[in-house]
């Protein structure tokens, strides 16, 4: 699979990239870390790739050395029939490239931000008014988020980042992934979560929805797992025609043979009901992923946001014992230059997405489980550049998604009257105050156990 275009994406966006998506092929050769650069998380964690289908890999698994591939694929199965109805689920969604905050949500009556934007600036009455504060107005890209919010449904961090923060992509992005502004720190916030919390032999816990392991899942003890979709899994035996009658003739064998004295028999009779139980979870899926609501219809790489939404709903749909899910939203939004173009298309599609992926949760009354987290590694400059772009900032914006989110602004909009001294938005919120709370409100788990020095950061109210 080829990587996305990067056309308006600085050197270090571009070098970020590379490393990381070799770091997290852990085990195929790895290129230097740059002095001075963090680890990404996830480097070095073995990795096994599952031939579940004719063609390809569906399924590779990261972590969980000390097991064989038929003891992760056992539990897999075993956790797809004992998952439990009403798990609440984490779904962290990236924006990757360090978003403008300050064109989504912007102050279109302040003459200060006309002044910094002569010609990024968007118009007093583009979009619509923020309910929550006068002085904002969406970026019309941005109105499906609009329409969610108005529900209770979204909550808005207007200004989440960090102390003295660091503008650069690679690090950045680590230490959100990570959970610490710690460059040494190698497991990722939600690994570390499922590290504590998590099973020895079920990967599917923590669900990478992308061709690589996003790092925030790395893993210290537990096994996690990456999957394009479900709609790319298939359960099937080379050649074999009457597969369906010899699989099930296979379970009732299994079935048989539970109790079995003979132990080696044992073991091959839980393997083939249990391979069963987790074909027929996925089995819904080999025709493809159908919904109840319309995901937006796009081509190429882009496409590959709204069909994982749509599969991550099916998934849950079907029972399957997800708890932390990440991927990357579609766009590119390192905008150094020709921004509104690349801004407006990107966020639009994200924003669409994630409604429709609400909207589907909702037919399928599983809304009440799933808490959506939007984040990007940084925010943009308040003043626009010489090529119609924007350069790295320090606070930016995130957002929390669901029926149970409190649907209230966390952290006040930072404004444009005291920004740092490199022209910066100022942080209102830190983002390790939202990750302690996200455990303790949404996953009733003490921050103390995953978030280093959690004690000092507020906890906001993240829920209705």
């Not at 050649?239 to 064998?253: F, I």
């Not at 029972?319 to 899910?325: E, I, W």
Request: aromatic share 8%.
């Amino acid at each position: 699979m080829t990587s996305p275009r990067r056309a308006c994406s600085c050197s270090d966006f571009s070098r970020t990239d590379l490393l990381r998506r070799a770091a997290a092929q852990a085990g195929a050769g790895l290129p230097a870390i740059e002095p001075g650069m963090p680890t990404p998380a996830g480097t070095g964690l073995s990795r096994r790739s599952f031939l579940l289908r004719t063609a390809g890999v569906a399924v590779a698994v990261y972590g969980g050395g000390a097991l064989s591939g038929r003891v992760l694929e056992d539990g897999i199965a075993n956790a797809a029939v004992q998952a439990p109805g009403n798990g609440r689920v984490l779904v962290s969604v990236f924006l990757e490239g360090g978003i403008d905050s300050l064109n989504v949500l912007f102050p279109a009556f302040d003459g200060r931000y006309y002044d910094l934007r002569p010609q990024l600036a968007l118009k007093q009455s583009d979009g619509t008014p923020f309910a929550e504060d006068s002085r904002l107005r969406w970026h019309p890209s941005a109105a499906a988020l609009d329409t969610l919010h108005r529900e209770g449904k979204v909550t808005v961090l207007p200004g989440i980042g960090y102390d003295h923060p660091d503008k650069s992509h690679f690090t950045s992005r680590h230490y959100w992934e990570v959970g610490a502004t710690d460059a040494h720190v190698v497991t990722g916030w939600l690994g570390r979560f499922l590290d504590v919390t998590g099973a020895s032999d079920n990967p599917l816990q923590g669900l990478s929805l992308d061709n690589l392991l996003q790092p925030a899942l790395a893993t210290a003890r537990v096994p996690v797992a990456s999957l394009d979709g479900p709609d790319r899994y298939a359960y099937s035996v080379p050649k074999l025609e009457a597969e369906n009658d010899l699989l099930d003739t296979l379970a009732e064998l299994g079935r048989a043979n539970a109790k079995a004295k003979d132990p080696a028999l044992r073991q091959a009779a839980a393997a083939a009901a249990q391979a069963h139980r987790l074909r027929s979870n996925l089995h819904p899926f080999d025709g493809g992923v159908k919904s109840p609501v319309a995901y937006p219809a796009a081509t190429g790489n882009n496409a590959d946001f709204p069909r994982r939404l749509q599969g991550l709903a099916a998934m849950l749909g079907q029972g399957l014992p997800l708890r932390a899910v990440a991927l990357r939203a579609p766009g590119m939004f390192d905008t150094h230059s020709d921004q509104a173009a690349e801004l407006a298309s990107g966020l639009k599609l994200a924003a669409d997405s994630l409604l429709a992926f609400q909207r589907d949760l909702e037919a399928r009354g599983l809304a009440d489980r799933v808490l959506v987290h939007v984040w990007s590694e940084f925010g943009r400059r308040a003043k626009e550049n010489g090529s119609l772009g924007t350069d790295h900032g320090a606070a930016g914006i995130g957002f929390l998604i669901g029926s149970r989110a409190r649907g209230q602004m966390i952290g006040e909009f930072p404004g444009l009257q005291n920004l740092d001294e490199q022209g910066n938005l100022r942080a209102t919120s830190d983002f390790r105050g939202v990750y302690s709370a996200i455990f303790e409100q949404w996953f009733d788990t003490d921050a103390a156990q995953v978030i280093p020095n959690a004690s000092q950061f507020a906890r906001p109210a993240l829920l209705k």
